[in-house]
């Protein structure tokens, strides 16, 4: 019986016993897309990243009401917008489209409105919703309350992509808030992003690389690790621009590009040198920023790009979203029914007595489901309470998924040939550490769990061959 499966079956039960809401939306939920959250501090780019992710200008990334709002982004048969109210009441409301984003009007003051939730035919969110949430550390205290609140609500995010631009302590606070305090929280169901990377580099040709540098060094950082295993330069404008870039964009770039070499240099100084040349200008700056004005203008110069469509897959291999979704699908959606499981039994915590039958249904789940088993052990490893050599927790993080729930990502294997052989060897490798009469308890229990996650690698290989 698999993990979702036995979650499905216990909410079922509570559903029947208490009749509770909460519950019964839990309980669809097992069966929807992941639910991701993208948070951050004001002004972090979550909008734009979003609109990268998606591949299509959907969220306002200017300052309205309605980032003031948790909103959702679904797969639908066409485009449509819910309002769900503090009431309770759920009412469809007009848009328009305005240069792409989704314009909501909303008929009443933001207050009134718990979330929003916009449905968009699109492939990449038939696999996950993605919810865009107001900026945390707000002026506003109400505006950043209402992030906390829906991370905090019964679960309502399986998973979470926080940006954020220099490591400062209330990035940990907010990822702790996340995880449940940090003790006993999923250490791999957030995704961290060093947002807007191309302004860390000043904007300079090589920004990315230096982007990446910084990025490295938040991944290695001890209390980063704990709570966020992976952080990712992302550059949102150039992704963002990249999914939508016109051809009337390409032209003017290729104008700027055709000048001599000591007007381009004058031109590319500053974002205000090049936005005095007209409103076509100013406005692709606003889409691809200085950075993506100054590569662009280098690849079409040299012959590199000749065309927008050459252009746009620049910008988007530049940018680092491609890595972003590739982590994104190894981190998060390579583990979407732990993630969901673990979101749901959340719900279950605050809608049951403690103590209950069904509460008590819930904790043999989590005692006994492998994948809440590694997810603690991962959580242990990283936060240094496991006594083993650099080598071996290097080695066990990635067994138990911290680098990806794949069979090949878990064994670092690049052939799938060879996973059931190097499986068998690692399992008789850790065999002899939980057999070893040196090896302190909680080694051996750790390594016994690691057997546990390869016998079952070699059991899935197995029934598919």
Known sequence: MTLLSQTRDLLDQAVAATGDRRLADARTRLDLPLRVAIAGKLKAGKSTLLNALIGEELAPTDAGECTRIVTWYADGPSYAVLSYLTNGVAEAR???????????DLGRPAEQVDRL???????????????DTPGI?????????????????GGRADAVIYLLRH??????????????GGEGGTPVN??????????????RLDAMTAAARVADRYSADERMRRL????????????????????????????????PMDDIVEVLLTADRFAAGGEERRRLLGRVGLFGVRLGTRLIREGTVTDAAGLAAALTEQSGIARLREVFATHLEGRAEVLKARSALATLDECLPPGSPL???????????HEFVELRLLHELRAGRLPVTDDRRAEMDRLLGGSGGSAQARLGLADPAEVVAAALDTMARWQRLAEHPLSNRDVKAAARAVIRTCEGIVATQNQQA
Request: glycine share 12%; proline share 4%.
């Open 94 to 104: 007009p848009f328009t489209r305005r240069d792409g984003a989704v314009r909501i």
């Open 137 to 153: 550390e707000s002026l506003s205290t109400d505006v950043s309350a209402r992030t906390y609140d829906f991370l905090d609500g």
């Open 228 to 259: 966020c295993p992976v952080v990712v330069p992302v550059a949102g404008l150039l992704g963002a621009a990249g999914a939508t870039l016109r051809e009337g964009e390409y032209r003017t770039l290729a104008q700027v590009a055709a000048l």
């Open 117 to 131: 939730e916009v449905r968009v035919p699109s492939a990449r969110l038939r696999r996950h919703t993605l919810i």
């Open 190 to 203: 957030a995704i961290g992003v060093l947002s807007r990377a191309d302004e860390i580099g000043g904007c």
């Open 359 to 369: 509460a008590a249904g819930a904790e043999r789940i989590r005692a006994g489901a």
């Open 167 to 180: 490591l400062h302590a209330g990035d940990v606070r907010f990822l702790e808030a996340f995880h449940g």
